[in-house]
């Protein structure tokens, strides 16, 4: 492989590490706002909403190491892009 290929498939790479990160970051603000809103609806004020939710996940960093792929995990490949979240109550 050529230094300019090589250099190329770094850029690529990098480029979709970062797409898939901020599809990462966009779906977890979904789901936190759909849980906030949840908990509202069930009588619940904002923060103590947003507090249990987050507490529920664990924390929103905590989700993003937890993937596969994330480089703290072992392996270190990149995560494929997709839905990275799970409903809680689906175990």
Sequence with gaps: MSARSRVLSFLRN???RENVE???DDELRSFVEMAV???RLA???EEDARRGVLLELGGLDQVKEERPGHPNRSGGRAAPPGP?????DAG
């Design 14 to 16: 990098l480029l979709r």
């Design 22 to 24: 901020r599809e990462l």
């Design 37 to 39: 809103d949840e908990k």
């Design 43 to 45: 009588g619940h004020r």
């Design 84 to 88: 990275f979240l799970r409903c809680p």
